[in-house]
């Protein structure tokens, strides 16, 4: 990071732009949220980029962009500061203080994303830790092979974490096995038994055990990563150091009006707040007669989740009337157990506690004193009205990506194949249009709102222009508008506009949007990444982001009619399935487009082209391919053929264009440079 406090002007290493220092704003409501911490900016002064929606806290600004040779991790030698994780919906947890790694972080080469540290655990661990006493570790025993940290005072860096063993908040020395993610109190750590007994296990004693690998609790019955538990050595059975002794009696909170008391046991059972199977350890509620997990006690009653609108509301149990299918995993909900509804729709709209919480990253919860406020509504209009007509219909507008006023207009004149410089769709009507240069837009693409919320994630999204991008939920290079989000997360208006739950035209039943979903798509064959897929309840049909969004139809030369989308069953016989553009095979089961009256039949990129969401003249750098700085996008190469700088073959169409010579590319050749492939 360079400075010049002078002109109050920063250059920060891993972003762009040069920042410049703000004053606060008044309305406390428009807080920007810092790109590095991920906090609310409170203080007098921000710096904040000319360009983009990016802000800093000052103190953020100067932290170091690497670690070298953190005590807590002392095995390798530095930590890198990162950008935010790719995957739009979450990260790596933070192996301090174990919330998710949502913004930058720190993180070990030399590990990959096993080793993570937010950017305040990571910076605040690294000064609190006395330099001179960094290399005296000690150890619980021999049989547990990394070192615990000591703490001397930790201030408010593990606020939000407990000790292992007694359950209680960390205050005081503490010792931290960040490896094995262990926290425990001074007097927890030296009084640790190396041998105990548990109720659900009554055959054998345990033993305080270190694993290499992850394990399975069977008190919490989740996998995890903690190297240190306690083993049953003539069974297979493990538990966590916090699931060994559990409370006994959990007092009355704001999530539940009475207490909860603790009942071993060695049936299984079905938690009344989540309809899901616990073993050994529950607890009973008597006065509602009911019997939960002991992390079910502290189930949120309100919570804002990415899926829905409006609050949810948690309840134990339905009434009539009330149930319906979960609206993340699309399994009926079971009256007799506890979900989450909205309370504004009588619960119509319903998901498993299990569905919403599962995911940290795309619910919040609500306090209670916030009643059912909700703030997470769109606002913010693209447009600026100058003329209406007699139906109060806006006739001329002003939209924020375009220098001039734009008019209504709902007749397409001629042939005109122009696309929506929004969406990059064909125009439609109505739309508007720039009457001094070429600007389309169609009416709905003018008016979204400038700030909007999404079912795909939680923080709210911005509308903003780019010359180019890539969306992240397909991976395709765009352009038009998008909308952003702080994590630098691009979504084109295509996939924006997609809700979760869809019925496409290539399929019989509803589609719902499925995160866990893997295999391949049925529309193109490739694999799911990383985002999930819309998939079918009744069978095993799905779809991603890419094929989710195609055209229902197109216009191509082979064919005078419009193309449709089509899917076959592939009952025939599949040599007969050939594309009439490029003349090779065509997948029977794969997504294509075809006219009935003429029999034509086309795949999805010969009758779309590899990059259909690109205006031509949109700009590319160079990138050091070639001594020019700009390169235009052409869709279509009319003049002749000329041959491509990359891979010496003729160029045809979709190329890169120098604006000052004759230097073309094929995009893809010129993507490959750019990737260094």
């Not at 661990?125 to 001397?152: A, C, M, V």
């Not at 693209?382 to 007699?390: A, D, L």
């Not at 439609?428 to 837009?441: I, Q, V």
Request: proline fraction near 4%; charged fraction near 25%.
């Amino acid at each position: 990071m360079s400075m010049d406090m002078g002109k109050q002007t920063i250059y920060y290493c891993l972003h762009g732009h040069p920042m410049v220092l703000v004053e606060a704003q008044g309305d406390e409501n428009e807080k920007p949220l810092c790109s590095v911490c991920g906090e609310v900016i409170i203080s007098a002064s921000t710096f904040s980029c000319v360009h983009c929606y990016f802000h800093l806290h000052p103190e953020c600004a100067q932290i170091p962009n690497f670690i070298f040779r953190h005590p807590l991790h002392p095995q390798h030698s530095y930590l890198l500061l990162k950008p935010p994780p790719e995957v739009p919906y979450g990260g790596r947890a933070c192996a301090m203080c174990k919330e998710t790694c949502k913004f930058r972080f720190y993180n070990c080469l030399s590990c990959g994303d096993e080793f993570c540290l937010c950017t305040k655990c990571g910076v605040s661990s690294w000064n609190l830790i006395d330099r001179e006493n960094k290399s005296k570790y000690e150890f619980k025993d021999d049989g547990h092979q990394l070192p615990f940290i000591f703490l001397q005072n930790h201030k408010d860096e593990l606020k939000t974490a407990c000790c292992s063993w007694c359950q209680e908040s960390l205050m005081g020395p503490i010792y931290v096995s960040v490896a094995c993610k262990i926290k425990l109190h001074s007097k927890c750590f030296h009084n640790l038994p190396t041998e105990t007994a548990h109720p659900g296990h009554r055959l054998h004693p345990l033993f305080l055990h270190f694993r290499e690998n992850n394990f399975f609790c069977e008190v919490c019955q989740k996998n995890d990563s903690d190297n240190l538990l306690y083993r049953c050595l003539a069974f297979k059975f493990d538990i966590h150091l916090e699931c060994i002794r559990p409370r006994p009696i959990i007092e009355a909170n704001r999530n539940h009006e009475h207490q909860f008391s603790l009942l071993y046991r060695i049936d299984p059972f079905i938690c009344n707040a989540c309809g899901t199977i616990g073993r050994f350890v529950s607890y009973v509620c008597l006065t509602c007669h009911l019997q939960v997990h002991k992390s079910c006690t502290s189930l949120p009653r309100k919570i804002k989740a990415a899926r829905h609108d409006d609050v949810l509301v948690h309840k134990y149990f339905l009434e009539k009337g009330e149930a319906g299918d979960c609206q993340i995993c699309f399994e009926r909900v079971k009256k007799e157990y506890g979900c989450y509804g909205c309370s504004k729709e009588g619960f119509n709209f319903v998901v498993h506690v299990k569905c919403v919480l599962e995911d940290d990253s795309l619910y919040t919860i609500i306090d209670q004193e916030n009643g059912d406020r909700d703030d997470a509504t769109d606002s913010s209009s693209s447009i600026r009205v100058i003329k209406v007509n007699e139906f109060g219909e806006a006739t001329e507008v002003h939209h924020f990506n375009h220098e001039h006023n734009l008019v209504l207009e709902d007749i397409i004149k001629g042939d005109d194949d122009r696309a929506c410089d929004g969406c990059m769709l064909p125009i439609s009507t109505p739309f508007y249009y720039c009457s001094r240069c070429d600007f389309f837009l169609h009416k709905t693409c003018a008016e979204l709102p400038k700030i909007k919320h999404h079912w795909f994630q939680l923080p709210a999204i911005t509308l903003e222009a780019r010359n180019c991008g890539r969306c992240s939920l397909y991976d395709r290079l765009c352009g038009g508008l998008f909308y952003s989000d702080i994590r630098g997360h691009m979504f084109c208006l295509r996939c924006a506009a997609v809700p979760y739950t869809i019925k496409n035209e290539g399929h019989q039943h509803v589609l719902f949007f499925d995160r866990k979903c893997e295999g391949k798509c049925n529309g193109c064959g490739h694999d799911h990444k990383y985002v999930g897929a819309f998939r079918c309840k009744e069978c095993s049909f799905s779809l991603d982001f890419a094929c989710i969004t195609l055209p229902l139809e197109v216009g191509h030369k082979c064919d005078r009619h419009l193309l449709k989308l089509s899917y076959e069953d592939g009952e025939d016989d599949p040599e007969q399935f050939r594309c009439d553009v490029c003349e090779k095979k065509r997948d029977a089961y794969r997504l294509y487009y075809s006219c009935s009256t003429c029999d034509n039949s086309v795949h999805s990129r010969c009758a779309l082209g590899g990059y259909p969401f690109l205006k031509d003249g949109t700009t590319f750098s160079a990138f050091h391919t070639h001594r020019h700085v700009h390169l235009n996008y052409v869709g279509k190469v009319v003049d002749g053929y000329s041959y491509c700088s990359g891979c010496v073959k003729p160029c045809q169409g979709e190329v890169l264009k120098c604006t000052e010579c004759d230097y073309i590319v094929h995009i893809d050749c010129w993507i490959r440079w750019a990737m260094g492939l």
